[in-house]
């Protein structure tokens, strides 16, 4: 019984700050910039891949922490958070390392 107390305290402990990806984002959204965004469920996680008419340009895992986005990209080191609001046909994100945003407009 202890043993099974002291597992639920450490799995609560590692969930703490994360929060559930918005089921709004799943989906394909287009930008005014000829991009595309996939955003999908594989297994217990959220990836999401964005790319142009040429080529892959970012993909990675999407995790919510303090309700920011938080990406680690798969096709390159880096980590970092983006703002996000979420509209019912629309999707802003802050583009990382920039004052800049996305205007993402769902496609699917």
Known sequence: MKKLFLLLALVSTLAFGQEEVPFKVLG??????????????AEDLIIFTRKDKYK?????????????????????????RLGL???NETMVINKPNSISAWLWVRIQ
């Open 85 to 87: 609001f979420i509209g």
């Open 28 to 41: 394909i959204w287009s930008n005014t910039e000829g991009e595309t965004l996939v955003i999908q469920r």
């Open 56 to 80: 892959i340009l970012a993909q990675g895992q999407i995790t919510m922490v303090n309700g920011d986005m938080h990406i680690n990209r798969y096709d390159t080191e880096e980590e970092y």
